[in-house]
């Protein structure tokens, strides 16, 4: 494609908002060629969020692609179908706004364009999502994919900054899987299958594929209703002092009790909640769950801080500091007590509404701790911005750290450059006791894992809270929970009372 029209904001901003038709060869590409050369001149080009933009387009797409599938059939007629799409492009606009969105769109559809080539132009499907049609065998697609991968590795530019976008494709070949419309299907289903691996990456349609897009749909669905059905609870991990061994806090965390499904693991509903656009309700249902806990601990004597995981969407809503600080009022909670535990790749998003957003959280005073630390791409500078409290050393560091030097080095590194901020250092998944002597050496302040006490309900936490001493000498010092009670006296049974939350409609306890 002519340099000059590369350059052209008309030309890139028909390539976004006019989905075309992308056939490989042949006449209607010329066609297309010289209407793209046409809508070069000012003023040609729609608004991405034209109403109705690209809908005859995408029909003719469609029509092209089944005429092609029906005649694809030998090797030297394959027809391949890539679905490319632009990873957490909503966050560019949750962390940008809409017109740098726009601004996203039109670069990434110049770089795809570049590794397509005219004679293969890529049509915009969905809001995020581009079609290639290519007339050559899997592996050619197979190695456009590749090209692609490696292309968005260099942010896009705009007018906010370089903008960090990766893809995720995913290919069909006609006709074995479909044709038409079934084989875009087909190819956006591998596309989000190579989306839930982790992204940066590209997927072969596979059968097994509509069988996992199925179970996803379903979980969805059940998820939407699993908040108003009483299916989700918190169950809570301690944190345990390194030097006295004494409980500090504990972590709140979420489970899904499936009537039918079982206890569905966090890790398989959480990025399903993310992609359906559940992550909201769930969010501010564990945040209404916690503030009552800690208020009935606080009842009962327990002093314990609480930490909840907080979403990189439920952080960035202008609303869940309002949420948070009205939250803890109502509750008559010390906002020091309560914490909110923030991804490492989330807290380093250096942009403006996470900024504010962190500004937010100062305010209100809450205690703020950088989750999963060393797995992302941290920046000395943002982090000494940060009104942290503490870095959460991720638990991967601590599985090697008995035979890992590389790991002992990074712990050793994170703890001092903590503890020259001024912040306290977690070490979570402790497993064994050569893991737990190695970190109280390397100067960890607190420590989390099974080696302590494993997740467990709120009753189970007053239980060990009231009886440890007596009942669980052999695995824990009588230490524990010292200065976290203020009745000491206080019966077992009493705290069961304290602590269990009332079911939905009855008052919640309330601190005194």
Known sequence: MPTDLLRDPSTLAALVALPAAGAAVGVWAARR?????RRASPGHGLPSNAPGAGRSERERFLAMLAERAAAAGSASDALCLLSVGLDDFRLVNDRHGRAVGDQVLRAAAARVLGQCGASAPPARIEADEFAIALAAPHAAAQALAHRLIEAFAEPLAADAGPVAVGVSIGIAVAPEHGSGGQLLANAAAAMRAARRSGGGTYALFDPQIEAQQRDETII????RQAVARRELELVYQPKID??????????ALLRWRHPALGLVSPVRFIPIAERHGLIEPIGNWVLESALR?????????????????VSGYQMRQDDFAVKLEKGLAQYGLQPGRFTCEITESVAM???AVTRRAFTRLAKIGVHVSIDDFGTGHSSLATLRRLPAQELK???????????????????RAVVQMAHALNLKVVAEGVENEAQRDLLVRLGCNELQGHLFARPMSARAIAIWASDAPATLAQSFRPSLFKETRLDHAAPTELLH??????????SPARAG
């Open 393 to 411: 050393i991720d638990r991967s560091f601590v599985t090697g750290i008995e035979a890992s030097e590389p790991a002992r080095t990074i712990v």
């Open 33 to 37: 060629w010289q209407r793209l050369r």
């Open 242 to 251: 390194a030097d006295s061994l004494q409980v500090t806090a504990v972590e």
């Open 349 to 351: 998003e250096d942009t």
């Open 293 to 309: 806990q800690a208020a009935a601990w606080r009842k009962a004597g327990l002093r314990m801080r609480v930490a909840i995981n």
């Open 220 to 223: 969805a669905r059940e998820l």
């Open 497 to 506: 009372r304290a602590t269990v939350l009332e079911p939905r409609g009855r």
